[in-house]
């Protein structure tokens, strides 16, 4: 447990042991939430939310300990709330977001890339290639959590299992599936880019 653990600490040795752990996670735990929402405002209000939270609850913190795990996990587990309250209130459903999104999916030039004037992909798609953005995209949201976790984030499975408050059996499963389905859909272009089994 901290050293802070059972005595109160000031407003500001707290704020500063907050502003020390906490903010310098601010750009990944950033990046983490716009993959989740792939919406920049949702993002922004997921990480706030999220902030908010660890600050009111910051004296359960263990100095020393992961701030990023618990950062992470406080962050998923308001996604999915969200995600969860929102999916209870289907006449909410912004059709216009549905059909803009399944438009630039639908457009595509005569290379095969797809094209979209949607700013967000196209962020998302300059960070890690057209191609792989699209397919990490069109992942299932606990196959892109896992592969978002593991492979652009690095965390281990441990921390993993934390932050998405499963078993590792479960998380070693998961990305075993969420590669091998995102390995699918990138099969086309990696043969197109010379690249075979």
């Known amino acids: 447990m901290s050293d802070q653990t059972g005595k109160q600490m000031s407003k500001e040795e707290k704020d500063a042991r907050f502003e020390a752990e906490l903010l310098p996670v601010l750009d990944p735990l950033y990046n983490f939430a716009y993959r989740l929402t792939l919406d920049e405002d949702d993002a922004n209000d997921l990480v706030q939310e999220t902030y908010l939270k660890a600050y009111r609850f910051f004296d359960y913190f263990e100095q020393g300990t992961n701030a990023k795990a618990w950062l992470f996990r406080i962050l998923k587990n308001s996604f999915i709330n969200e995600f969860r309250k929102k999916s209870k209130q289907p006449a909410k459903v912004d059709y216009s977001e549905v059909e803009g999104y399944y438009n630039s999916e639908d457009v595509e030039g005569e290379s095969g890339v797809a094209t979209t004037t949607d700013m967000r992909t196209e962020s998302v798609q300059d960070l890690i290639g057209d191609e792989v953005a699209s397919a990490l995209n069109a992942l299932p949201v606990d196959f892109r959590t896992v ?38 859909k990138l099969e086309k272009y990696a043969r197109s880019m010379g690249y075979n089994d």
Do not use: Q, W
């Open 147 to 184: 592969i978002i976790l593991c492979d652009l984030e690095g965390f281990t499975y441990e921390e993993m299992a934390k932050i998405l408050d499963i078993p590792i059996g479960t998380v070693r499963s998961r990305l075993h599936r969420a590669r091998n389905s995102l390995k699918e």
